[in-house]
């Protein structure tokens, strides 16, 4: 049982990236949510992806039938998905602040999910990431 259980958290690593990788020290230290964290970091995510995903979000939005497709038709998608929600547009609003962005990239970095993300990551655009996601600059 537990050789079934340690597969199965294995497999469920495959193709977290950074989405994850930012969810797990924000939820860490700033007792957030996991999954608020995810919808609120996707869209910056998302863009910072962009040139390694198009192709297949060009898919994904013409099987979904969006009425405007490709990329920016899932990203504008994916917005109106958040606000019809309530998700917050920033990290700010979950209370991050600037400041921490550059410690918060280090820790995603060590996190297991970081490796899977489909643009390589590094300190440098980690900590970009971050500050987009918390000045909600998309």
Do not use: C
């Not at 297991?112 to 980690?126: D, K, Q, R």
């Not at 987009?132 to 998309?138: T, W």
Request: hydrophobic letters at 50%.
């Amino acid at each position: 049982m537990m050789a079934a259980s340690l597969m199965g958290a294995t497999a469920f690593q495959k193709g977290l990236g950074a989405m994850h990788a930012m969810a797990h020290p924000i939820g860490a230290v700033k007792d957030a949510h996991h999954g608020l964290i995810n919808a609120v970091v996707m869209p910056y995510v998302l863009v910072m992806n962009a040139p390694a995903i198009s192709k297949r979000i060009q898919r994904l939005s013409a099987w979904m039938e969006l009425e405007k497709q490709g990329f920016q038709g899932f990203l504008d998608w994916v917005l109106r998905m958040r606000e019809a929600f309530g998700i917050p547009h920033s990290l700010a609003e979950l209370g991050m602040k600037p400041e921490e962005a550059s410690d918060f990239a280090r820790m995603a970095l060590a996190d297991p999910s970081a490796g899977t993300n489909p643009i390589p990551l590094n300190e440098t655009n980690t900590t970009a990431l971050f500050v987009q996601a918390i000045h909600g600059e998309l």
